[in-house]
């Protein structure tokens, strides 16, 4: 009964046929639990129940099935643990429950689904929630040939008993909780092909023994802690055709017995320590598509044998120390699509031919030392869509030949030696949407033909030559965010078509020019605008009244030009800066008030007198003070200084208490007996939170440092950015900071109590889940929504989280949100240019982070986006995401909404269920691949704040990609 549309739950009377040998009801949508009586056929052979919808509890007697060969029960929505009867089925060969919600650990009877005759060949258990260790009895199943255990909650380490499962040929471990050392006893395993441990936090190093897996086809030990060289007998694996052992801590050279894996199509060594040159042995690799050792410490030259790799397709070689030229030989590599080498020391001679890559999208070559002039022939790559140069010594001229390239969307030539006009020819790149030429010496006149770029949305021209007048044409770029035009030589007035580019969000800058004339009223048309620079001109007249109106503005510059008349009425100029306008007035800082008075000069010599007066005696006061403070501060610190260590506790720093200092250091140390793991409600990665009660009746939540074997703080920085964020924001949905204690042998935080935890660990729960309703859970997404642009928008300066997640998400006994976590916050610095190192929970992180450390308000609405996807689906969306921006994925073109809610709650009606698309659309915009098409964080929370629309289509019809094109 297969492959039909069989609904209802599965009848007990089915226990009647007890002569039943095979039982075939998968691809149905039969619902409810198995009934107990299946336990009653008793010379059942093949029991197949998967894809359906069946719920609760495997029944116990299912040890009665002593026949059974094969048990498919995968890709249901059963719960509960595996029943340790389960041993009883000692002739079954093939055991498939993966796809389900089932939770419990593993049980140790597993080991006896084997006889003389017959063994267990299949084991899958991936996609579930089991957790505690891998029982070691797992080595008992001799003949097994596949194990599947991902993504699972598995602690615990790998037993050295899986050594005996020599006939395994696929073992999944990937995506659990597994810790401890790779067991030596796997170089048993001579049959396998496919290996996958990655996404766990398994540490020492890789064993030599793995060398001896010659059939090993896929090797995937990415995103855990191992350390340690790579074993040079990994040269043995000559099967190998994809190899991932990225995001750990792994040291040493690169092995030049890599070059002996000639099957190798990918190899990723990225986010590691690795040291010393690229082997020239890498040459062999005809196969490599796709070469990734990026964030390393190589050093040494780009081997000239990688062009031999003809079928390299992505090469990311970014962020070591590399140097010397590019090697002419990569114009053999003519498949390369994209090609990341930023972050080196190459130096090299841009005006030789690099050859031409017809396939090429993207290449960055920034922040090397590359010099010589660009050569007219990268026109000739017309697939382009990014070219990145910046930070280099190239001089000589743009080529007017670049305007061939008609799919380049990201143009940055900036922080060179470049010279002469920009070419008009560049009004041709009509896919442009980032074209940053600044930090150059181009000169001449800004083209007019640029306002034919009407998908240009970052403008970046700063820090050059260019004189002129401002392109009236500028109006037709009606997509642009940010416009930067400072440190030039331009001239002329600001021309008021600027104040039609509605879009205008982020940044106008025209600082530092010769610009004349007066302020446009039309300005107040950038109603979004959130900064204004236009110091350090000859702008004259007053400032229109109308730009108050300006509500997003959260920093203004008008210094240094000739303006006069009265501020207008805002807070943005309020807290502005309008230094050098000796005509201006207003309640600024610098400025006098618009209704003060002159001062009377009369009488110089009178008023001089009586200045000295005054002041001799307030410095005959003043320093006899400082005669007795200074005596008394010496014999205090003698005094302290005999205490010694009996009171050394005592010198804690304690700051921003909301109890005016009553709460001590022993409070909190008595409060938590000093720290014991029975008061720990949770752990991160720089520290543990433990539950306080303290005297004043009131119960926090104390985070405490890690420390270091030597005592000291694992980090310190990780400290001071969470002090200066919190006491930076005041929000109900952010977490309060009550105080903190700052010391050399114990470093601490103290904040509100949230009384329900982490949204992760209530949507892990059935329980917890089902009580978080359509309304909570659009609450949720709200009060982040809110809490995000709150910090993005109204702190000055803007504060970026850059670790949202639904581990850092906590929910009050209310189900409100606060936003926690702010050990990675970053203040934006205007001045600054906001780069770090890389943070943030994998899953969340925004993709340009891959290849830029830049932090932006950008990261943030990402991460934002993947956590409203996570509460409406009750899951993270996982590859979801990849499937829906993939124009080409037949997943995301045909995926309906209701196919991604949250299955354990009745779907959405009415209201609420505008209220979730709503939410659903939202999300899907945050998470678009391009950082500057994202929505800002205050357009997200003003939506939510105002009336839901409703959605015209029926709930069961309406397709994720129709929410992508509701316009938010």
Same mark, same amino acid.
């Given at each position: 009964?297969?492959?039909?549309?069989?609904?209802?739950?599965? @009848?007990?009377?089915?226990?009647?046929?007890?002569?039943?040998?095979?039982?075939? %009801?998968?691809?149905?949508?039969?619902?409810?639990? $198995?009934?107990?009586?299946?336990?009653?056929?008793?010379?059942?052979?093949?029991?197949?129940? /998967?894809?359906?919808?069946?719920?609760?509890?495997?029944?116990?007697?299912?040890?009665?099935?002593?026949?059974?060969?094969?048990?498919?029960?995968?890709?249901?929505?059963?719960?509960?643990?595996?029943?340790?009867?389960? =041993?009883?089925?000692?002739?079954?060969?093939?055991?498939?429950?993966?796809?389900?919600?089932?939770?419990?650990?593993?049980?140790?009877?597993?080991?006896? &689904?084997?006889?003389?005759?017959?063994?267990?060949?299949?084991?899958?258990?991936?996609?579930?929630?089991?957790?505690?260790?891998?029982?070691?009895?797992?080595?008992?199943?001799?003949?097994?040939?596949?194990?599947?255990?991902?993504?699972?909650? &598995?602690?615990?380490?790998?037993?050295? *008993?899986?050594?005996?499962?020599?006939?395994?040929?696929? %073992?999944?471990?990937?995506?659990?909780?597994?810790?401890?050392? $790779?067991?030596?006893?796997?170089?048993?395993?001579?049959?396998?092909?496919?290996?996958?441990?990655?996404?766990?936090?398994?540490?020492? /190093?890789?064993?030599?023994?793995?060398?001896?897996?010659?059939?090993?086809?896929?090797?995937?030990?990415?995103?855990?802690?191992?350390?340690?060289?790579?074993?040079?007998?990994?040269?043995?694996?000559?099967?190998?055709?994809?190899?991932?052992?990225?995001?750990?801590?792994?040291?040493?050279?690169?092995?030049?017995?890599?070059?002996?894996?000639?099957?190798?199509?990918?190899?990723?060594?990225?986010?590691?320590?690795?040291?010393?040159?690229?082997?020239?042995?890498?040459?062999? &690799?005809?196969?490599?598509?796709?070469?990734?050792?990026?964030?390393?410490?190589?050093?040494?030259?780009?081997?000239?044998?990688?062009?031999?790799?003809?079928?390299?397709?992505?090469?990311?070689?970014? +962020?070591?120390?590399? /140097?010397?030229?590019?090697?002419?030989?990569?114009?053999?590599?003519?498949?390369?699509?994209?090609?990341?080498?930023?972050?080196?020391?190459?130096?090299?001679?841009?005006?030789?031919?690099?050859?031409?890559?017809?396939?090429?999208?993207?290449?960055? %070559?920034? +922040?090397?030392?590359?010099?010589?002039?660009?050569?007219?022939?990268?026109?000739?790559?017309?697939?382009?869509?990014?070219?990145?140069?910046?930070?280099?010594?190239?001089?000589?001229?743009?080529?007017?030949?670049?305007?061939?390239?008609?799919?380049?969307?990201?143009?940055?030539?900036?922080?060179?030696?470049?010279?002469?006009?920009?070419?008009?020819?560049?009004?041709?790149?009509? *896919?442009?949407?980032?074209?940053?030429?600044?930090?150059?010496? %181009? /000169?001449?006149?800004?083209?007019?033909?640029?306002?034919?770029?009407?998908?240009?949305?970052?403008?970046?021209?700063?820090?050059?030559?260019?004189?002129?007048?401002?392109?009236?044409?500028?109006?037709?770029?009606?997509?642009?965010?940010?416009?930067?035009?400072?440190?030039?030589?331009?001239?002329?007035?600001?021309?008021?078509?600027?104040?039609?580019?509605?879009?205008?969000?982020?940044?106008?800058?025209?600082?530092?020019?010769?610009?004349?004339?007066?302020?446009? @009223?039309?300005?107040?048309?950038?109603?979004?605008?959130?900064?204004?620079?236009?110091?350090?001109?000859?702008?004259?007249?007053?400032?229109?009244?109308?730009?108050?109106?300006?509500?997003?503005?959260?920093?203004?510059?008008?210094?240094?030009?000739?303006?006069?008349?009265?501020?207008?009425?805002?807070?943005?100029?309020?807290?502005?800066?309008?230094?050098?306008?000796?005509?201006?007035?207003?309640?600024? !800082?610098?400025?006098?008030?618009?209704?003060?008075?002159?001062?009377?000069?009369?009488?110089?010599?009178?008023?001089?007198?009586?200045?000295?007066?005054?002041?001799?005696?307030?410095?005959?006061?003043?320093?006899?003070?400082?005669?007795?403070?200074?005596?008394?501060?010496?014999?205090?610190?003698?005094?302290?200084?005999?205490?010694?260590?009996?009171?050394?506790?005592?010198?804690?720093?304690?700051?921003?208490?909301?109890?005016?200092?009553?709460?001590?250091?022993?409070?909190?140390?008595?409060?938590?007996?000093?720290?014991?793991?029975?008061?720990?409600?949770?752990?991160?990665?720089?520290?543990?939170?433990?539950?306080?009660?303290?005297?004043?009746?009131?119960?926090?939540?104390?985070?405490?440092?890690?420390?270091?074997?030597?005592?000291?703080?694992?980090?310190?920085?990780?400290?001071?950015?969470?002090?200066?964020?919190?006491?930076?924001?005041?929000?109900?949905?952010?977490?309060?900071?009550?105080?903190?204690?700052?010391?050399?042998?114990?470093?601490?935080?103290?904040?509100?109590?949230?009384?329900?935890?982490?949204?992760?660990?209530?949507?892990?729960?059935?329980?917890?889940?089902?009580?978080?309703?359509?309304?909570?859970?659009?609450?949720?997404?709200?009060?982040?929504?809110?809490?995000?642009?709150?910090?993005?928008?109204?702190?000055?300066?803007?504060?970026?989280?850059?670790?949202?997640?639904?581990?850092?998400?906590?929910?009050?006994?209310?189900?409100?949100? +606060?936003?926690?976590?702010?050990?990675?916050?970053?203040?934006?610095?205007?001045?600054?240019?906001?780069?770090?190192?890389?943070?943030?929970?994998?899953?969340?992180?925004?993709?340009?982070?891959?290849?830029?450390?830049?932090?932006?308000?950008?990261?943030?609405?990402?991460?934002?986006?993947?956590?409203?996807?996570?509460? $409406?689906?009750?899951? +993270?969306? =996982?590859?979801?995401?990849?499937?829906?921006?993939?124009?080409?994925?037949?997943?995301? !073109?045909?995926?309906?909404?209701?196919?991604?809610?949250?299955?354990?709650?009745?779907?959405?009606?009415?209201?609420?269920?505008?209220?979730?698309?709503?939410?659903?659309?939202?999300?899907?915009?945050?998470?678009?691949?391009?950082?500057?098409?994202?929505?800002?964080?205050?357009?997200?929370?003003?939506?939510?704040?105002?009336?839901?629309?409703?959605? @015209?289509?029926?709930?069961?019809?309406?397709?994720?990609?129709?929410?992508?094109?509701?316009?938010?």
């Amino acid at each position: 009964m297969s492959d039909n549309i069989l609904t209802g739950s599965i @009848p007990s009377t089915i226990g009647n046929l007890t002569n039943l040998v095979t039982l075939y %009801l998968h691809i149905n949508n039969l619902s409810g639990p $198995i009934p107990e009586e299946i336990g009653y056929l008793k010379n059942m052979a093949d029991l197949g129940m /998967s894809d359906n919808i069946l719920t609760g509890s495997i029944p116990s007697t299912i040890r009665n099935l002593t026949n059974l060969v094969t048990l498919n029960l995968y890709n249901n929505k059963l719960s509960g643990s595996i029943p340790k009867e389960i =041993g009883y089925l000692k002739h079954i060969v093939e055991l498939d429950m993966s796809d389900n919600i089932l939770t419990g650990s593993i049980p140790s009877t597993i080991g006896n &689904l084997t006889n003389h005759l017959t063994n267990l060949v299949t084991l899958n258990l991936y996609n579930n929630k089991l957790s505690g260790p891998i029982p070691k009895e797992i080595g008992n199943l001799k003949n097994m040939v596949e194990l599947g255990m991902y993504p699972n909650i &598995l602690t615990g380490s790998i037993p050295s *008993a899986i050594g005996n499962v020599t006939n395994l040929v696929t %073992l999944y471990l990937n995506n659990n909780n597994l810790s401890g050392p $790779i067991p030596e006893e796997i170089g048993y395993l001579k049959n396998m092909a496919d290996l996958e441990m990655s996404d766990n936090i398994l540490t020492g /190093s890789i064993p030599s023994a793995i060398g001896n897996l010659t059939n090993l086809v896929t090797l995937y030990l990415h995103s855990n802690k191992l350390s340690g060289p790579i074993p040079k007998e990994i040269g043995n694996l000559k099967n190998m055709a994809d190899l991932k052992i990225t995001d750990n801590i792994l040291a040493g050279s690169i092995p030049s017995t890599l070059g002996n894996l000639t099957n190798l199509v990918t190899l990723q060594l990225y986010n590691n320590n690795l040291s010393g040159p690229i082997p020239e042995e890498i040459g062999n &690799l005809k196969n490599m598509a796709d070469l990734e050792m990026s964030y390393n410490h190589l050093n040494g030259a780009i081997p000239a044998s990688l062009g031999d790799l003809k079928k390299l397709a992505f090469l990311t070689l970014s +962020h070591n120390q590399l /140097s010397g030229p590019i090697p002419k030989s990569w114009s053999n590599c003519t498949y390369l699509t994209s090609v990341y080498i930023q972050g080196n020391q190459l130096s090299g001679n841009m005006s030789e031919d690099f050859g031409v890559c017809p396939n090429l999208t993207y290449i960055n %070559l920034s +922040h090397n030392y590359l010099f010589g002039e660009l050569s007219p022939t990268w026109a000739k790559c017309k697939s382009l869509t990014s070219l990145k140069f910046s930070g280099n010594l190239i001089s000589g001229k743009i080529p007017p030949e670049f305007g061939q390239l008609i799919q380049l969307a990201l143009f940055d030539l900036s922080s060179n030696l470049l010279v002469g006009e920009i070419p008009k020819e560049l009004g041709s790149l009509t *896919a442009l949407y980032n074209m940053s030429l600044n930090g150059n010496q %181009l /000169s001449g006149r800004i083209p007019s033909e640029m306002g034919k770029l009407s998908n240009l949305e970052i403008v970046d021209l700063s820090a050059n030559k260019l004189s002129g007048s401002i392109p009236e044409q500028l109006e037709d770029c009606s997509k642009l965010h940010s416009l930067n035009l400072s440190r030039n030589h331009l001239n002329g007035s600001i021309p008021f078509q600027i104040g039609n580019l509605a879009e205008l969000q982020i940044m106008l800058d025209l600082s530092f020019n010769m610009l004349t004339g007066e302020i446009s @009223p039309q300005l107040q048309k950038l109603h979004m605008l959130e900064i204004l620079n236009l110091s350090h001109n000859k702008l004259s007249g007053s400032i229109p009244s109308s730009l108050e109106n300006m509500l997003s503005l959260t920093s203004i510059d008008l210094s240094y030009n000739n303006l006069v008349g009265s501020l207008p009425n805002s807070k943005a100029f309020q807290q502005g800066t309008f230094l050098g306008n000796k005509g201006l007035c207003g309640k600024a !800082q610098g400025l006098q008030p618009c209704n003060s008075k002159p001062i009377n000069n009369g009488e110089p010599k009178k008023r001089h007198n009586v200045i000295i007066l005054i002041i001799l005696p307030l410095l005959s006061t003043l320093f006899l003070l400082l005669l007795v403070f200074g005596i008394s501060s010496f014999f205090w610190v003698r005094t302290r200084n005999a205490e010694g260590q009996r009171n050394e506790r005592n010198k804690d720093l304690f700051s921003i208490w909301n109890w005016d200092g009553c709460i001590s250091y022993e409070d909190i140390i008595e409060a938590t007996k000093d720290f014991d793991d029975r008061y720990c409600i949770g752990e991160g990665g720089y520290g543990r939170v433990y539950k306080a009660y303290l005297p004043t009746g009131q119960t926090v939540a104390v985070k405490q440092l890690h420390k270091l074997e030597d005592g000291e703080q694992i980090d310190q920085r990780s400290f001071r950015n969470e002090v200066r964020a919190l006491t930076e924001i005041r929000h109900r949905n952010v977490v309060k900071l009550y105080g903190f204690c700052s010391h050399r042998r114990c470093m601490f935080l103290i904040y509100e109590y949230i009384e329900r935890g982490n949204l992760a660990n209530i949507l892990s729960s059935d329980e917890g889940a089902m009580e978080l309703d359509w309304v909570k859970r659009v609450n949720i997404i709200k009060a982040v929504a809110h809490s995000l642009s709150y910090m993005h928008h109204d702190c000055d300066p803007p504060i970026v989280h850059r670790d949202i997640s639904s581990k850092n998400v906590l929910l009050d006994s209310e189900f409100e949100a +606060h936003v926690s976590d702010f050990g990675t916050a970053r203040i934006l610095m205007p001045d600054s240019s906001n780069w770090t190192e890389f943070a943030g929970t994998r899953g969340y992180v925004a993709p340009e982070l891959a290849y830029t450390m830049r932090v932006t308000e950008k990261c943030d609405v990402y991460s934002f986006g993947v956590l409203a996807l996570e509460v $409406i689906m009750g899951r +993270h969306p =996982g590859d979801i995401i990849s499937s829906l921006l993939t124009s080409s994925s037949e997943v995301g !073109q045909n995926l309906r909404v209701k196919d991604v809610l949250d299955p354990r709650l009745p779907n959405p009606e009415d209201q609420v269920g505008n209220e979730v698309f709503l939410a659903v659309s939202m999300a899907l915009a945050c998470i678009n691949a391009n950082p500057q098409t994202r929505p800002p964080m205050q357009h997200i929370s003003g939506k939510f704040s105002a009336r839901t629309p409703s959605f @015209p289509k029926p709930f069961h019809t309406i397709e994720m990609s129709q929410l992508m094109e509701f316009q938010v």
